[in-house]
């Protein structure tokens, strides 16, 4: 049986191969005599639904398991964060809620902390989403759901109220709303050229709050390999090593296998062979003019916790011409179970198309490549670079505040719409979305519900650790 594939059909109509822009708003109208505003705005749980304790240890399979209690402590922060590390939890739930069928390239993790600053290619500063680790093709309405759905337990954790949290939501839906519009009526090349640059976001900021934009801005551009050198690395004899923090930044055993008994070093040796070969020329010509010096392994954010994940580190010139690669294990994404298996073989791939697809502008060094252990056995995997002029968004002091929420919100909605319309229909889901306010309550609505749905399940597994179902490390073991 030929299994059901993700594709990605980014212009569409009822009935015209070459749809105007005005058939298609009109088809995307259209459909709201078939998913209403009120259908999208009702959360409705899945008859079976798994247990998201039983979902979180099906994970645990693929997973390096002396890692796997830290990601578990890390979600048990807050609900913010058990939602965060959740992706699968919710992509069942998802899958049951009606949509529209438009297709767009889903960032398939959409939550507010996963967007950022980043520099392009020709060092540019601009505003965009930041992960993509479970990208595949799918009705917009996932991710959109779930980022609101996020914004309202984000502000909840701050300690805000319901008029707080709907204000919030109100203002990601309706920039979504208002940049959809836009980009429907855009040439194609010109949405293609489109980015969020610092201007931009600095013209979404109100004026108190412009200062602390500034030390965001500051520290953002201040991300580069250099500063890494002098953060990540020590002298060690006359060479400079990664310095290990374990169990969060550790180097493996200089004979270290994995688990099919392949040499972990000639893996990695193979891996970066085979990423260098996709590259562009132009790029593949600077990158083999870095050795690598160093490596090791990095526990990252929340979702990625127990995938192996690596920083590598690289000299050119000299000492002062460093350059630090992450790599990440690109697994299935969450969403495959529902939406269909990726039309690439490679998990790697899969990331890197859809970073493209949605961001527009990536580092001059994303690429993927393949670790094969044998001839039955291969991991896909990503790399990029590690900091350079990138800038994530925390939840709490130092970043998404109650006070700046609004302003942060209007550009989490422009940034996921501008993804959206680069990879699939404006005209279709600007017709859907319209210009009342009728769409922005029906997201609330959503997200209101499924905070709640959130909160139970974030019970249960706190529950699930008090009585050792799910393990933590002992205290300060993470440390």
Known sequence: MTPKLAVLN??????DP?????????????????????????????????????ILENQEKTRIASL?????????????????????????????????NITVQLCGDMHVSNFGLFGTAEHRLIFGINDFDETLPGSWEWDIKRLVASAVIACESLGGDKK??????????????????????????????QFIGEKDVRRHFSPKHQKELDVYLRGAKGHGNIQVLQSLTSLVGKNRKIINKPPLIEH????????????????????????????????????????????????????????????LYFEGVSVNDPLFLQYKEAQKSVLTPYLGESIYKDMGRRVVSGQRLLQ??????????????????????????LRDMKGGIAVGAGGVTLENFPDYAKLFGWALALGHARSGDAAMISGYCGTSGEFKDAMYSF??????????DYDQF????????????????SQ
Do not use: W
């Not at 459909?31 to 008859?47: D, E, H, M, N, W």
């Not at 402590?73 to 529209?100: C, H, K, V, W």
């Not at 997200?447 to 139970?456: D, F, G, L, R, T």
């Open 10 to 15: 980014s212009v569409e109509s009822f009935n």
């Open 18 to 54: 070459h749809p105007s822009i005005k058939q298609r708003l009109a088809d995307g109208k259209a459909l709201r005599k078939v998913i209403s505003f009120a259908v999208q705005g009702t959360y409705t749980p899945p008859k079976h639904r798994i247990d998201p304790i039983t």
């Open 68 to 100: 796997v209690p830290i990601r578990y402590e890390r979600m048990m922060a807050s609900a913010f964060a058990f939602y965060r590390g959740g992706a699968a939890i919710m992509a069942q739930d998802l899958a049951n809620q009606p949509t529209t």
């Open 164 to 193: 707080t949290s709907k204000a919030i939501v109100d203002h990601i839906s309706s920039e979504y709303q208002k940049r959809m519009a836009q980009y429907a009526q855009m040439p194609y090349l010109e949405l293609a050229q």
């Open 252 to 311: 493996l055993a200089k004979n270290a296998k994995n688990a099919y008994g392949v040499p972990l070093a000639s893996l990695i040796d193979k891996a970066l062979l085979h990423y260098a070969s996709i590259l562009l020329t132009d790029r593949r010509t600077l990158f083999k003019r870095y050795f690598l010096k160093d490596f090791a392994r990095k526990v990252v954010g929340v979702g990625s916790v127990g995938t192996n994940c690596m920083v």
């Open 360 to 385: 527009g502008a990536p580092d001059i060094f994303l690429g993927y490549g393949s670790m094969k252990y044998d001839l039955h056995h291969t991991q896909g995997f990503y790399l990029r670079q």
């Open 447 to 456: 997200a209101k519900s499924y905070a709640k749905q959130n909160a139970a």
């Open 462 to 477: 706190c529950k699930a650790i008090k009585i050792g179902r799910l393990t933590i490390p002992k205290k300060g073991a």
